[in-house]
Structures are given as C-alpha cells and as structure tokens.
C-alpha cells in the first residue's frame, strides 16, 4: 500500500517527465542532505528514503530515526545517488517529511502536556485524503495512539447514526444484533441526558463530546467507571490540563492532524568526486 501511494505522489509531481532535470542530466551523481531550517521531531524519514529508491535508488550515507527531536541546522537525512533521481524525488520527499515531522511535533507538544495524567492522547479520522496512513504514523511517532482507522475496525455511533435509528438504544441494540461482541462500541455523548442513555446500554466506550470540564466531572461520577471515557471538543495545548480530569482514559485531537504546521526543512546538493 506504501509503495502505492509512493507511487501515486510521484506520478502526479512527475507525470510523462521532469522535462528540466531530463535536459539537464549527463550522468552525473550528487549528495543531497536534508537539513533542519527549525527544530521539531521527525517523522517520514523511511518513506522518504523509500521515494528516491522508487525512482532508481540511492546510497544511504546517514539518517536520523524517526522520533528523533532534532534542531535547526541540523542534517537529517545523507544519501548519494544520480542527480535525476535526487531531483525528481526532492519535492515529495520533502513534502513527506515536512507535513509529517509538523505532526510528530505537534502531537509530542500535546503528549508532553499529558505527562503524569495516565491519560492517552488519540487521533481522529480528520485526516488529508489519501495521507492517512502517514499521517496516522506521524502521531505514532509523536507519542500519540491512532483511535480508529477507518470505518471498518471499530463502532462509533454519531449524531447522524442516533438520528437514522431514532436514538441510541435502538442504535446499540441494532449494531449489537449485527455484529454481536466482535467490535468495541464507543458513543459519542453531547449532554448529560443522553449519558443517562447510554448507560444503559451494552457498550464498552463513551466521547464525551463538547463537555465542559464540570460537566465531564458531573458525568464520571454518573458513569463510576463502568466504561472507558474520552473527551473531545474545541481542546488544544493551552486548556488540555482543564481536561486532564481523573477518570477520563482518552482525549482526541482532530488538531494533531488537520492543523499542525509543516516544518521548513531543504535539500542541498553537492557533486561527488
């Protein structure tokens, strides 16, 4: 699947030809280093290695691992190869290491912010179309767990599903029906009348959706640890700690994915001997 994807970013960089490299070209060999022009925690380095090696392959001279807290100026990746190789892979192995370095770094910010808490920082599916899996292994990196994948690896009533079924007992009772106990069932809970729901309700998992933080305390004292609990909504770097409650297992950050900035990293190149 990597490969693939690979594959596809380049086509669309690429398409028939890179008809300014493919001018220039005479057989010659360069080093290329990517370089740090800020400090952050790096992500993508392997799958930048793995887009050269896509186009012809080059020598690995040096590359820092990913989770590596890294600062400006500082090399991350070494390698030697054909210039037209190093040229046509230069723009999407950096896009790949930028976009998922920015995420590592946001998500360390976050779990950093969790330390002592026992609570664990989840992703979303707020994710770049056709960037998930990178971008879901760029919180990994960070210190960040993935929450679901995609539809099919775990159940996750909504607000839309509660209004197909006409609430969430007939929505729990339907899935159950269904699959039985084969998949986790998680409830996405926007007030205190809807936990009282739920609660009776076979299910292994509450999100507690835009509660406040005396909310979230009103309702763990009604939950009393029957089920897991996350909490989601409107949280970032400077209010996380108001949310960091005793009792809630989980909070959720589609931020870490859709809004982290990319970190500003170049690629030099320099003739071999």
Avoid at 25 to 44: D, N
Avoid at 81 to 87: F, K, N, R
Avoid at 238 to 244: P, R, S, T
Wanted: proline share 1%; hydrophobic share 45%.
């Amino acid at each position: 699947m990597v490969e693939r994807l690979l594959f596809n970013f380049l086509e669309e960089d690429i398409g028939h030809s890179d008809i300014t490299t493919e001018s220039i070209y005479r057989g010659e060999r360069l080093k290329a280093v990517i370089i740090a022009k800020e400090e952050g925690v790096l992500a993508g380095v392997n799958f930048a290695v793995k887009v050269f090696n896509l186009l012809g392959g080059v020598k690995l001279i040096k590359a820092l691992e990913d989770g590596t807290e890294f600062i400006k100026g500082e090399e991350l990746l070494v390698i030697e190869g054909p210039a037209d190789v190093l040229l046509k892979g230069e723009r999407v192995a950096l896009n790949i290491m930028q976009r998922l370095s920015g995420i590592a770094t946001n998500t360390r910010k976050f779990v950093k912010a969790l330390e002592g808490t026992g609570i664990k920082l989840l992703d979303t599916r707020k994710t770049t179309p056709g960037m998930r899996y990178f971008e879901k292994y760029a919180v990994r990196v960070g210190g960040g767990l993935n929450h679901r994948f995609g539809l099919y690896d775990m159940v996750l009533i909504k607000d839309n599903h509660k209004v197909m079924a006409g609430g969430i007992k007939e929505a729990v009772r339907r899935v159950r029906e269904v699959l039985g106990p084969a998949y986790k069932v998680e409830v996405e809970i926007e007030n205190l009348a809807e936990l009282e729901e739920a609660l009776e309700c076979d299910i292994d998992m509450v999100l507690l959706d835009n509660f406040s933080p005396e909310d979230i305390k009103r309702a763990l004292k009604m939950i009393r640890g029957r089920f897991l609990v996350e909490v989601s909504g409107n949280i970032n770097l400077e209010n996380i700690k108001e949310y960091a409650i005793e009792g809630v297992n989980f909070i959720s950050s589609g931020a870490i994915t859709h809004s982290s900035k990319w970190l500003d990293l170049s690629m030099r190149v320099f003739k071999t001997e």
